[in-house]
């Protein structure tokens, strides 16, 4: 009954470093997406896909990039992290993109410094 | 363009209060609204929500009716536990270029104190 899993939990980076956020669901949810939660902002999307092999970008997708090659993984790349990627990062998912429940994971709190 | 408004935190309120979070929206189309909680340390689960106008989405205690003409959302709860310390995010899911996106507004936290 696992759901929606990221990994890791916690993270520290330094500058200019490249990591990937992983993301897993065992629901077969066609739609996944990740958001960034930065105090007073919300949550804002960076980028989702409405399924295998189909991704776009979100509100803040600069310095991201995700690939969707089963239905399963959405993982989220880092490619040079800055100070301005501090923040707890969120994957979701829900059965399509019309279906109204998203599920999330317990989030990944990264640091860079 | 289409976005969410919520009150802004913090809200303390004593155990057994009273408890309204406002929510309003804009939208083009009918977009179907949500409120969303999230307890310390874990991600956003589902509390309630609504599809369409007049719609009473309700869970544990917590209401919110879709009210199409003030274009709000509020949530309301008669009498709040200690439990029910949390963030409350309002969202709606609105299709644009042909996506279907969920927006969140910013998020309230609320504190019940024994």
């Known amino acids: 009954n696992a759901g929606v899993t990221q990994t890791p939990k916690f993270q520290v980076l330094k500058t200019g470093q490249s990591m990937t956020l992983q993301c897993a669901q065992d629901?077969?949810?066609?739609?996944m997406s990740w958001y960034r939660q930065d105090p007073g902002m919300g949550l804002r999307l960076i980028h989702y896909?409405?399924?295998?092999?189909?991704?776009d970008q979100g509100e803040v997708p600069n310095g991201y990039n995700v690939s969707r090659s089963t239905t399963e993984d959405f993982p989220l790349r880092l490619l040079s992290a800055a100070p301005s990627q501090t923040s707890v990062y969120f994957c979701a998912s829900r059965q399509t993109a019309l279906n109204t429940e998203a599920f999330f994971g317990q989030g990944t709190r990264l640091t860079v410094v | 363009g289409d976005s969410v408004t919520q009150m802004e935190g913090p809200v303390t309120l004593s155990e057994e209060a009273f408890l309204t979070i406002n929510c309003t929206y804009t939208a083009t189309g009918y977009p179907s609204l949500f409120w969303y909680v999230q307890y310390p340390g874990e991600g956003l689960q589902l509390l309630l929500k609504?599809?369409?106008?007049?719609d009473k989405g309700s869970n544990k205690g917590f209401e919110a009716t879709y009210r199409k003409e003030t274009t709000s959302f509020h949530l309301e709860k008669g009498s709040v536990q200690v439990s029910d310390s949390a963030v409350y995010f309002c969202?709606?899911?609105?299709?644009?270029?042909?996506?279907?996106?969920?927006?969140f507004g910013k998020g309230t936290k609320l504190s019940v104190i024994p």
């Open positions: 896909s409405v399924g295998a092999g189909i991704t």
């Open positions: 629901m077969n949810h066609e739609y």
């Open positions: 969202a709606h899911l609105y299709s644009g270029a042909g996506s279907y996106q969920l927006t």
């Open positions: 609504a599809t369409k106008a007049d």
